[in-house]
């Protein structure tokens, strides 16, 4: 299976400011996806990564708050724009393997004080 | 309706009790099912990928979908303590993933 590396793991935020993270696939995959999961939840889909091109974003989800790269096959980043507390939440990187299995990396757990 | 309803439980038995986790659907062109295990503070991990009805069995795991009922189960034998998790179903009808609340189970040494 597809090994996922997200970085940062967690990380404490002020109110209004951004944070990036980044998302390394050890293989090429066909789709790479990212999902957030709030506290007792199900995990949601902010938006599907394409490479070099404007990701795709669920209802909800703009880019303007969760910009989003993927310049290749094996890297993205999801930045979460003007921070607030209703923010914090784990952030899931997920990857599609040319088997059609989904895999998800360890995630981005993130506070906004 | 939800696309997915999976009941959030939480469930607890006692060790070496066979757990039945179960999920239905209501979209007819789901063809891939999922089941997830996400211990705490961790990401889920893909258990079981199906296509289609049947059944998949995996060591003491065993995924049965029922596409003519819109219901898929997940059966753990002998459970574990290890096995205390929150167990998430997940399902599509290409690469367009739907996920279940994800139900917490707690096996008791």
């Known amino acids: 299976s597809a090994v996922i590396s997200q970085k940062p793991s967690r990380d404490i935020c002020q109110r209004g400011t951004s944070l990036t993270i980044q998302c390394q696939v050890d293989?090429?995959?066909?789709?790479m996806f990212w999902y957030r999961q709030q506290p007792g939840q199900s995990l949601t889909l902010i938006a599907t990564?394409?490479?070099?091109?404007?990701?795709?974003?669920e209802s909800g989800f703009v880019i303007d708050k969760f910009p989003i790269s993927r310049p290749n096959l094996t890297f993205s980043t999801l930045t979460v724009s003007n921070m607030s507390p209703e923010d914090s939440s784990i952030y899931l990187c997920?990857?599609?393997?040319?088997?059609?299995?989904?895999?998800f990396g360890e995630g981005s757990r993130l506070t906004v004080l | 309706q939800k696309e997915v309803e999976q009941d959030p439980g939480p469930l607890s038995v006692p060790e070496g009790a066979i757990v039945s986790l179960n999920c239905t659907y209501s979209?007819?062109?789901?063809?891939?099912f999922m089941w997830y295990r996400q211990y705490s503070r961790k990401g889920p991990e893909l258990l079981m990928y199906?296509?289609?009805?049947g059944n998949k069995e995996d060591g003491r795991f065993t995924a049965q979908v029922d596409k003519s009922s819109k219901y898929i189960s997940l059966f753990i034998r002998d459970s574990q303590p290890s096995d205390s998790a929150t167990y998430l179903c997940?399902?599509?009808?290409?690469?367009?993933?739907?996920f279940g609340a994800g139900t917490r189970l707690t096996v008791k040494p």
């Open positions: 979209n007819s062109a789901f063809q891939y």
């Open positions: 997940a399902m599509s009808p290409s690469e367009d993933m739907r």
């Open positions: 990564a394409n490479q070099g091109s404007e990701a795709t974003y």
């Open positions: 997920s990857v599609v393997q040319f088997t059609g299995e989904l895999f």
């Open positions: 199906t296509y289609s009805s």
């Open positions: 293989s090429q995959v066909t789709m």
